[in-house]
Each structure stands twice: as structure tokens, then as C-alpha cells.
């Protein structure tokens, strides 16, 4: 009697394995997450989100109908937004491997939101930041996983929200007197203020010391985009430090605790040239370059550039992923319109 209640409890054990292979032969089913995988999920030109495991040879894979895809930080899980005339913007997320995409809220009913910038992780990946427009204005909410809550941020008026690195604030772009300016507050919604820096900024980041950093022009080239400095400050806009002088630069993202990544892109050919500088000693070097791309983003751990590759007029266009250290180059993706966003490595 034993066995046989053995025999029966392991045949049913491997029912849900004969099942994820079956499905995985008729192309149902992703196989399971390998070790040491990196994945990029990202859009294409028909607002289709598709994941692709840099590692692999199997090709992109569609995830769902939606566009701006984000990773958690933290899991392989992914937040999106989707579109219809009928429902207006949601929000949802994902499992990379399950394939249930689950709503979470309504951002926009129609008509649609007019700006709407990309949903942000929290580092802790408990939490995602986002802008909505459904009660007319342009606010931030929060949405807690954990306790499958929204929460709105009063007085948050604006966009690009992004977290600092222990959770407890929020930075954002929101527009003065019809100037855009730095804001921040914090997460629970309290102690709102406004940070004037003397000119035209890109929505801020955090640094891990709890500074930020921005791309930023004077009033005077309010008319030339392209002309930006990468400026350092205190959350209350003190100690104001800028690295770059050259006119040319824009801030990319954290390489590690003490050096960030500028990005340079030329007038002439769209190559980017991205240069890591030390924020004690203000020292600058070339790090890489890369060739006609739009959507630049930097893996994780740093080891690769991923980006959309200008090889055609018009979309899709392919990804292409280069190494940092090594500079091998392999195309990746042949659909893609613009949004990559890197997970981490598993």
C-alpha cells in the first residue's frame, strides 16, 4: 500500500512538469530562468512588449499587449502600461515566466494623458511611482504591492518620479510660472518643496550619498536643447556643483557610490560617447562609444550598453548590446521601437 501511494503521489508530482513541457514544445511556455540570465524587455512599434534573455539564442518573446516597460530591481517582474480607447491608460505588472499580466489601477481615462513618463521601482521593489492625470491634473501616486493600495501624493504635481535610495523620498519634474523645476517629497506624501536651480533642469536622480544629479541649461539657451551641463546638489539645492563644463553633456546613470555616467552625443555621425567621472576628485575618462543609437541603457552590474540602433529610416529598428570591458557587439533584437530596461542578473 505504501508504494502504491508513493508511485501515485509522484506521478502527480510530475503532471505540472509534463505539462510545462508540452507547452514549451508547442511554444506556450518560456523554459525555466537559467542561471547567470539578464534579460531586456522593450517595445515595438505596434505597442507589443517583448523580453529577450541576452544569453540566449531562443529570440525575443512576447509578453503582452502595452508599452514603457520597467524591471523590478529586484525580481523578474515587469511594470507596463496599456492603452484602449474603451479603459483609457492602466497600470499593470507582470511575471516574466507566468505570462499574468495583473492590473493594478487606472492612471487616465479617455480622453488619454497627455505626458506620461515611465513607471518607477522602488529599490526594494515593495513600491512603483508613477504620474497620473485621471482627476484632471498632472499628480503622483504610489502604489503598495505589499498592501494593494494607490496612494496620492498631495501637492505632487507633476512627473518622472524617481526614488532615493532608501525609499523615503521622491524626486519629480513639475512646472513653475510655466518653468520646469526640480521637486521633491517624501514618500508618504508630506514636506513637499520646490527647488529653483537657476535654469532649465532634466528631472533629477538620486545619488547613494543622498545628493542629486541632473542635466541642466542656463534660461539664456532655453532655445538650444542641446546645450547641458550635468549639476550636483543637496536635496535643499545647496552646495550646487557642476562637473561638466563642456556644454555638450548629459547625466546617464550611477556607476558605483563615488562615480556617475555622463553621455556625450555628437552632432555630426549620433555616436554617444559615455565617460565615467569620479565625484570626489571631479577626474574624467572615456568609458565607451557607441555608434548611431537612440535609448542607451546600462545593465545593472554595469557589463553591457544596451540600445536602438539607427541602421534604418524608420521602425522597428534592431537592439544591439555591447561590453564595457570586452566591446563585443551582437544584435539582440530586430523589432524594437524605443523603452529598454534591463533586468538584473540572475
Same mark, same amino acid.
Given at each position: ?71 523590478? @530591481? ?133 545619488? @547613494? ?15 538650444? @536643447? ?121
Amino acid at each position: 500500500m505504501h508504494n502504491k501511494i508513493s508511485l501515485v503521489s509522484k506521478a502527480n508530482l510530475l503532471v505540472p512538469v509534463f505539462i510545462w513541457i508540452l507547452n514549451a514544445c508547442n511554444g506556450l511556455q518560456e523554459p525555466a530562468p537559467k542561471l547567470n540570465s539578464q534579460y531586456i524587455v522593450y517595445n515595438s512599434p505596434d505597442h507589443q512588449i517583448y523580453a529577450v534573455d541576452i544569453y540566449s539564442r531562443n529570440g525575443p518573446r512576447k509578453l503582452a499587449n502595452g508599452f514603457s516597460p520597467t524591471f523590478s @530591481p529586484v525580481e523578474l517582474k515587469v511594470a507596463f502600461y496599456n492603452d484602449s480607447l474603451r479603459s483609457g491608460v492602466r497600470l499593470f505588472i507582470l511575471d516574466l515566466f507566468e505570462n499574468n499580466p495583473v492590473e493594478l489601477v487606472t492612471i487616465s481615462k479617455p480622453p488619454r494623458i497627455r505626458y506620461l513618463a515611465d513607471a518607477k521601482w522602488s529599490h526594494a521593489g515593495t513600491k512603483i511611482a508613477y504620474n497620473s492625470q485621471k482627476q484632471g491634473t498632472m499628480e503622483l501616486y504610489v502604489y503598495d504591492l505589499l498592501e494593494k493600495r494607490e496612494t496620492k501624493l498631495n501637492g505632487a504635481r507633476g512627473f518622472a518620479p524617481e526614488w532615493s535610495y532608501d525609499d523615503r523620498k521622491i524626486s519629480f519634474w513639475t512646472l513653475v510660472n510655466e518653468l520646469y523645476m526640480v521637486a521633491i517629497i517624501n514618500a508618504d506624501g508630506t514636506g513637499l518643496r520646490i527647488i529653483d536651480l537657476g535654469g532649465i533642469p532634466s528631472p533629477a536622480k538620486w545619488l @547613494p550619498d543622498g545628493r542629486l544629479v541632473c542635466t541642466i541649461r542656463p534660461f539664456s539657451e532655453s532655445q538650444n @536643447p542641446s546645450y547641458t551641463d550635468v549639476l550636483i546638489f543637496r536635496e535643499d539645492g545647496s552646495e550646487r556643483v557642476q562637473i561638466t563644463n563642456d556644454h555638450r553633456s548629459h547625466f546617464f546613470g550611477v556607476y558605483d557610490e563615488r562615480t556617475i555616467i555622463t553621455a556625450t552625443t555628437s552632432a555630426l555621425d549620433s555616436s554617444t560617447r559615455f565617460d565615467l567621472i569620479d565625484l570626489h576628485t571631479l577626474g574624467r575618462k572615456e568609458w565607451v562609444t557607441i555608434e548611431k543609437s537612440v535609448s542607451p541603457v546600462v545593465s545593472p552590474d554595469n557589463q553591457w550598453i544596451g540600445y536602438v540602433a539607427l541602421e534604418r529610416r524608420s521602425f522597428p529598428l534592431p537592439i544591439y548590446i555591447i561590453h564595457t570591458e570586452t566591446r563585443e557587439r551582437r544584435k539582440i533584437a530586430e523589432n524594437a521601437y524605443i523603452g529598454l530596461s534591463w533586468s538584473k542578473r540572475f
